[in-house]
Structures are given as C-alpha cells and as structure tokens.
C-alpha cells in the first residue's frame, strides 16, 4: 500500500488476509443480542454470536451458515462486526462528540480458532498482516502479555508462551524484544467472559504515534515502551488477540481447557485513523490521528455541509475547570455537532436496518435517547425542520456494499427517523426555551431561594421550580437545574435526563439528580398502580366502556382525543378513545393504522377494530397512554388513502361485472387493503376476453376521473331505488350510507351505488391506474378476481417493464419491441435442436439395444442401465421391441429416481406378462406402475433397490 488506502479496501483487505488462511468470511451479526439470561442487549463484542462454539454447546461450523461470504475451514472464521456501545457497562454515548475516537456504533474486524490453531499460528499472522502487509513501523509496534500480580490475586501463570513467540518476531529484524514486548496485569492483559467459564490471558497490538520520524531510534523506543497500556492518546492499541485456553471454576481456580479457542478484535475505525492519519505511515510529524478525519465519516460530513452550509474543521473542545469537556467557540460547537450526527446517524440506521426501532424501554429507549441528542445538536446546524433522515441515502451508498440490509431497508429507515425527528420537533425548541429560563435564573443575582426540608433552596416560578441551590462544604453555593425541570423536560417535552445533563453541563450548571429519581419513582409507581387497574380481557366482549366511539374519519385524518380505557388482550395492548379518525376493520375493509402522540412520545397504532360500536385501537408494544390522558390522533395517510383506491375501484369493478358479464354476478365478498383487492362473485369462470372487456373499462371510468360521493338516506328509500346496490343477508339500519359514482354528488344519480360505511377517494381520477391479478375458483359457483389500484398497480406495471428489458437483454433483443421475434426464433431453433438430439438418441439407443442382443440368454435381456434419464431407456427398449423377440426388463437411475420398463414378445406372454413385472418389482424401489402385457412401464425413489428389483424380474421371468 504505497498511496493512502481507502477505508473500504483497509477493510478487504483484512479479510483478504484471513481469507488466505483459510478462514470462512461470515456477515456480521445482528446488532441486537439477546443475551444468555434473556435480557435483550446491543451486540458489543465480535464474538458474541460464536459464544455457543467457546462453550461447547455447538460444534465449529460457519462454513454452513447462511449468508457465508467465502467458504473456508468450518473451525476459522473472519469477518467485520458492527457493534453499539450506548448503555450498561459498555457506554460511549456521553463522550461521542468530545474527542477523536468514541463512538456508539463501530466495526470490529477479527478473526477466530475453534480449537484449530492457537498462539503461534495467531501472533504470527498478526505480525504478517500488520508489519509486512500494512507495513507499521516496527520501532513503534509494541506487544503486550499478561504478567499476573499474584499481590493482586491475579489468576493463572505468566503467558511465556506468547512472550517468545513475539521475542522471535522482534528479534527477526534487529528489534529488542525487551523493549517492545511489555507485561500487562489482569486488568488489561486477561479476558474472562464471567466470573466463571472460559477464559485467557491476551495479547494487544499497541503503536507509538508520537510526532517525530518514522523510525525510532532505541532511546525514542524505550520512551515509547512506557505509554504502553497508558493514558496517553499518542501510544494506543490497535488488535487484541484473546487466547481462550482454561476454564475459571466457582471455587477460583482455573484448568486447562480440552479445546483451545483464539478470539480477536481490531477497532477499524481506528486502523483506518492511523494509517489515513499519517499518510500511510509517512508523517507522523503532522499526523493527524482522528476517527472523524478518515473517509468513513467525510461523505456524511460533505453531505452535512451541503445541507448546513457549515464546514468541519476538526477542532476538539478542552475541559473546564470543574474537568467537564465543554464546546466554546462556534466551531468547537459546530464540530462537535458534526461528530455527534455523523456518529448517531450510523448507530440508527444500523440499529433499524437490523429490526430495533426507538421506542420506550429497554434498548429502543436508549436508540431514542440517541436520536434526540442527535436532532438537539442539528439546532447548533441551524436544522429547524427534520434533515437527519436525508443523510440516510449517503451512509446507504457508502456501506452498503458491506452492509446490504442498509440498501434494502434505506426506505424503512428514513421513515422511521423522519417521523422520531417530527415528533421530537414539536417539543424540542419549547423545552430550549425552557431550559434557557433555568439558565437565566441560575446566572441572576436577583434570583429569590426560599429553603426547602431537604435543605435544598428552591427558586419558584410561573413555570414550576426551575433551579435549586446547594449549599457546599465550604459554605458557599452551587446552583443547578432543578429535579422538577429536569422531570418535566423528560416527562412532557421528551428530553432524555443525559440530553438534560449534557446541556446543563455545558452551561456550567448541575442537576438535581435526586429530586429527579423521586419524580421518576412515583411516576413508576402511578404507572405499575395504572397496569394493574387496565383490564385484562379474553375477548373483546369483556370490554368496560359501552359508550359508542364517534368516528370523524370521513373528513378528518387527526384529532385531539381522549383516552377512555386501556386494554390487555393476550399479548396485545389496546386503548378505546372518545373520538377516532381510524375508520374500524368492517364491510371488507381493513382497519386503520396511525399513531397516537403525548408530547414527545409517539405510540404507534398498528390496526384498528371495533367491538359494538366502539373502536378498538392496537397498538404496538406494550406501552400505553394513561387513562384520561388526552393526544393526538393521526391516521397514517398514506396507508389510508392506498385502501380507499382500493375499495372504490372495487365499486367500479362491481358495476363492470354486470356490463361485460352479467347482472346476476353477484357480490358473495370483498377484501380491501393497501396491497391489494379481491372481489367473490357468483359466476361461471370468466373468458380471457372478458377480463381484458372488464380491465379496459374499470380504467376508462378511472380517467373520467368522476365524482365519488356520500350520503345518508333512510334505508326504506334506499330500498325502493331499484339503482342503489346493497349485499343481500347484510342488516343495515334505519339510516344507511351511500356511495356513489358519477352523476351530481349525493343526488343518488351516479352509474354506481352502494350501500357502504368504508372510505372513499373523492374522484376516480385519484385511483390512477387498474390491473387485474387474476381469477379463479373458490367454491362451487363462485369465482374471486384478484386485482391491484394506483401505486401498487405502477410498480407491477414498471416489474413487468424491468422484467422484459431483462430477458430482451439475455436473448440478445434491441428492446422489447424486438423481443418476440427473438423469442420465435430461439423456440424454433429449440424444436429443431429437439428433433435432432431425438434422432440422435434413437441412434444411440439403436446401438446399444444391438450391444444388448449379444449378451441376451434365454431370450431374456435383464439389466441397469445406470445414470441415465427415462427417455433414453424407453428408446433402448422400443428398439429392442423391434428387433428382439423375448423378454426385456431394463431400469434406469437418471436425476435421482429409478425407471423401470418392461417389454415382452406375445410369444412368452403365456409365461410372463409386461405388466405383473412391473407391478411385482416396483415396490421394491420404493414406487408403483403397470401396463399391458407386452409394454409396461414404473419407477420409484430408492435408486439403491434398483438392482434387488431386477434381481426378483429374473426369478419372475426363470
């Protein structure tokens, strides 16, 4: 590598390496790891998703998993690891930003031995990649071993072993061994997976960055050996190798393990940092060694810049004299704002492209936390309206080549950000606002304290406490945030205590964490008082609230609303509101999707039903809004209008029916969803002419683009109006709800109407476009016609476009156009290729039935064939049939199955028949058949019977 390397072929060639040896290159894990006592995690390590092979519960196989990228030996493996460390006791999430270096989401790179190799084979090839490969300068390439403190009870004994494997190397090439291998305690040179279990000593790749020239002199070595496993940022490490070789038992020892296992991590974020930062290893005078300044992070800077007009300068803030890092200048503060996006960006995107969305609890809350710290710091980018979601398609064509699912899912996940984004948006700037209040009352020396009982001075204001006053050991006072604010802030304007923290921090300020966690405690405790109160049902019957739910759907897509029950069913939690916009699943029509939001949190409404006439809302997960809480309602409009395509294209395919078909095809059912449409109608089975006639007119009322409207009318008038259809069977009320088409709205004058309570387009027009799917049987008379409306019908339409480019580019056509008179030529040329491989056969055949004849005995030819197909075995018999005249039994093993044939002359048809042969000896291959008495032919599965088969056709025919 003499020019800088990209990123990406740093990447390749890592795995390239281990490729060589013969590691399998397996996908990265899913970043959601559930972890070995249920709890559902990030995934935070390389290894977790080979923890089944180090314990033995499952045999070394990656070479069989699915998705393998290179198939090498089942007991090695390679590969690059997204991992996220944002909560528990892995957590980057408060330093990202601040330095070069943290980060939530990362990649690891590592390879691994499933008691395949070990130390030797590991040290070595970390050194031939490392030193030889990437080409490190070796005067500042340091090894550590573990060296235990026996003070410290530090367990097992000295890793010699690996310290002259390294010794070897270091010597090699004129290198003090004593200088560049360095011993480590526990703490930094031991792995333990738990307190008991399998675990090791380690070995860690560390490298001198220190400005000065490429090459160290021993005295700049020796200086060097002392940062290792330091403090200091310009010596770090770069690769550990975890040697898994004893197991820890409860009573604190440690025994060998029967199989040793090799288990190593590489940050690539890092390595690409080093060898990018100095130029390929040119410049350490001015390197600059930084995550952030490699190419993994500048396409989502340049596209950040494009949509700021802000510029990254790679500044880094310095810490304050209470030792807080804090951005001070524009730029600081602009630069961090860069390194936080960036970062969150890829740990979301990651995250939902693998199935975990923000959400409430657990790992979603953390992913939420995450992304309103990222949408809070594109306010010091001056973003107002939602653009983290816009750097999606970047991060997608940059990694996705790696990382495929984040091209498959790219649509998913800016939905699913631009819609966290939105809810956030609408509390955000009025919590800053707050927030500054606090600020600006923390700073004034006017500010009035009354003394609270916990000895805590409080300020009060029209808004609630909004700082309190410590009183220090040395008298003197500390301001801070109040608990009261900090909890309104998470509670109503949805700011994550940490985003609380964080800007408080910034401004000098603590927070009153105390008060906050007794906030948050009796809120938990009204919330468990709450889940107990919530019924729990069986059926929907059970339901409390018997009070209808007045749907205002038909004109509006949202509203303020109010909870009125919250309830448990199974695994499903639903809420019956006061007033819903959700048209309930009924008449044919699916439910209603949509969301219900309360402040900055959003609750999404999965499907809606209705139990009497009060609507159900489902929602998804398990949390709900509490009782009496009033939100916001809002039908997912898109959704929502796709099944109104849907449903009023099936009112005109009703009134096609009867002017192409007939008046008595009567409507028997209907299903009407985004996706699609189908349409039960009794009927004979349609003519392909008649689906075209039906097609051609659904599309030409479409184009007129008529009017679509709605009334109510007293159901004895809607009877008597011979033009109003309704579904014989149905009951229907004393005020019923009819749509029309055509004609002046609500005059009932349309060419189409219905009895109807589903949810319309308001012209024809909106519907787009119409296809038929198909047709086809689903009881005795009845038939069901498949089809799909607007944007659905576009993509089948544009398939079927892609589709015909793509086989008028295998055969050779200039264009589609061109494509049936290439078709008709190929399946000529077939035809013709056909008859001659048949006369060719029947060449063969002829051939082999004359071989055959000079070894026939008795007048009996009995024999396997073999590999060969039923064809070919059919031609030896019938050419045999012409000019042998005995008795023929032949089988036949092509393509996995056995064919068998028999053929006997009339005169031994007295003696044995074609088709007791074959009825006899096809059972035994595991099969059936029969036939005349001089043909017949059978087969089966068990190729391996094919000989014990013609074994009893012998006794048969003797």
Known sequence: MSAVPTAAQIRQSFLDFFKEKQ????????????????????????????????????????????????KGLPTRAADTQKCIRAGGKHNDLEDVGLDTYHHTLFEML????????????????????????????????????????????????????????????????????????????????FWMMGDTGPCGPCTEIHIDLTPGPRDLDEERQRAGAKLVNGSDASCIEIWNNVFIQYNANPDGSFVPLPAQHVDTGMG???????????????????????????????PIFDELTKLSGKTYASTLPKANEQGHVVPVTEQEKIDVAFRVIADHLRTLSFAIADGIQPGNSDRNYTLRRILRRAVKYGRTLEFKEPFFYKLVDVLAAQMGDVFPELRTKKEQIKNVLKLEEESFNRTLDKGIALFEKAVSLARSNETSLSKGSDGLSYNTHKDGELIVSKKNADGSSTKMISGELAFRLY????????????????????VDTATFNELMEEQRERARRAGKENKQVVSVSEIETKAPTKFIGYDHLEADVKVLEVVEMKDKTAVVLDVSTCYAEMGGQVGDAGQLILGANTFPISATTKVGNTWLHFLEGDEAPAVDATVKLIVDAPRRHAIERHHTVTHILHWALHEIVSKDATQKGSNVTPDKLTFDFNSAALTAQQLSDIERLVNERIVANEPVSWTEVPYVEAKTNKGIMALFGEKYGDLVRVVQIGGQRNKLDGWSMELCGGTHTRGTGEIGLFRLVSESAVASGVRRIEAIAGLEAYNAARADAELLKLLAGKVSAQGAADLEK???QILTQQKELEKALKAAQQREAAVKAKDLIATAANSTIITNLGDIDADYAVGVAEALKASFNGIVVLAATGGGSVALIASVAKEHQGKVQAGKIIQTI???????????????????????KADAALAEARKLCS
């Open 822 to 824: 290439k078709l008709d």
């Open 23 to 70: 590691h399998t290159i397996v996908p990265s894990d899913n970043v959601g790891y559930t972890s070995r006592d249920g709890a559902r995690i990030f995934t935070n390590a390389g290894m977790n998703q080979f923890v089944p092979i180090f314990l033995g519960e499952r045999s070394a196989d990656v070479d069989t998993w699915p998705g393998v990228l290179h």
């Open 922 to 944: 096809a059972p035994i291959v595991g099969g059936k058949g029969g036939g005349k008495p001089d043909f017949a032919r059978g087969g089966g599965k068990d190729i391996t």
């Open 110 to 189: 590592g390879n691994w031995s499933f008691g395949d190799y070990f130390k030797k084979e590991a040290i070595s090839w970390a050194w031939e990649l490392v030193i030889e490969r990437w080409k490190f300068p070796p005067t500042r390439v340091f090894a550590t071993i573990y060296q235990p403190d026996k003070s410290q009870n530090d367990p097992a004994e000295r890793d010699q072993e690996a310290w002259d494997i390294w010794a070897e190397k270091f010597r090699s090439i004129g290198l003090d061994p004593d200088i560049h291998i360095v011993n480590g305690n526990k703490k930094d040179n």
């Open 268 to 298: 690539f974020e890092r390595v690409c940092s080093i060898i990018q930062g100095t130029k390929n290893f040119t410049d350490f005078e001015n390197a600059k060694i930084s995550n952030y300044d490699t190419d993994v992070f500048k």
């Open 491 to 510: 509670d109503q304007e949805g700011f994550p205590f940490d985003l609380t923290e964080l800007m408080a921090r910034e401004q000098g300020l603590g």
